[in-house]
């Protein structure tokens, strides 16, 4: 199994449009469209990687009702190997309603069976497998997951796989404790974007936060969206970029992007080279709504990731990297 993916898996119900902030007081608005579409960072992480070729098993918790079923077929018709999905009789699966105009979105989600996935459902013959394991929305999973990640991402590396972390966005506001420190600590890469990087180093300048989060231990490649991702490596740091897209909707774009960087190491590119793909596959994604539905094909990332731009920067000079937005 090249990539094991931990995490969230729920639909996501997709609304789109120029104007898609609700009224209350019983208001009716007319949006573009609705749908309902692969949800969850872990899931679309799962699908943009089986897109570009690698084999790649999910291990998450989902209800037994409809949109979970609806989650597990969808995943099936990509590839992604579903076996380890945990099906919570009695609890409904997670579902995020995703308000998106664009450029900009607002989520909201009701986390159903997804919280109720602990390290305990994780397979040690599937660690044992795997090449890479990945995990996302640590911050949606932390009461469950949390407690036993440390311990399950070291024996991933004991077995030989190298690890990844993308901890998403932090609703609680409180952004870790030791236990997340001690999951970044197993982690070989942390992927955040530039606002969470921020708020998980507590700093008030890239410059700091980079610092702050490379010196804990892992790789680093933090997304700053159309401007690329900055990666961290020893004593250098790279901003890597590709030609600008016009997006149809990003949601979905950092975790292609993760998708795209660990299917890059994988195949044994360098950190910069890695973070083209990267870049590649999540400017790609953007084409059309929803996380999934332009993921790129291996041959089409690579053809984009070939126009990157790559500037490299010592760590020794500080107020030349992006300023945050």
Partial sequence: MDLVVIG??????????????PAFGQEEKLVDTIGLVIGGSAAITAVAAARLGLSVALVAAVGADP????????????????????????????????????????????????????????????????????????????????????????????????????????????WGDERLSAAIAQADLLLPNEAEALRLAGADTLDAAVAALAAAGPRLAVKLGERGLLCADGDSWHQVSVPPVTPADTTGAGDCCNAGLIAGLLQGLTLPAAAALGCAAGALSTGAPGGTASAPDLPSATRLSRQAKTTTLRMNEPGRLPTPR
């Fill in 8 to 21: 969230d898996c729920n639909p996501d119900v997709l609304v789109l449009g120029g104007d898609v902030t």
């Fill in 67 to 174: 949109a979970g079923t609806f989650m597990l077929d969808q995943l099936v018709r990509e590839g992604v190997d579903v076996s380890a999905v945990a099906v919570r009789a009695g609890t409904p699966t997670g579902m995020t309603v995703a308000l998106s105009r664009g450029g900009d979105r607002a989520i909201l989600t009701a986390l159903g069976a997804m919280n109720s996935l602990t390290a305990a459902d994780v397979p040690a013959g599937l660690l044992a497998a795997a090449r890479h394991v990945h995990v996302s929305s640590y911050f949606l999973l932390e009461d469950s997951l949390g407690p036993g990640l440390a311990g399950l991402l070291a024996a991933a590396r004991a077995g030989g796989a190298t690890t990844s972390l993308d901890t998403n966005w932090d609703p609680s506001g409180r």
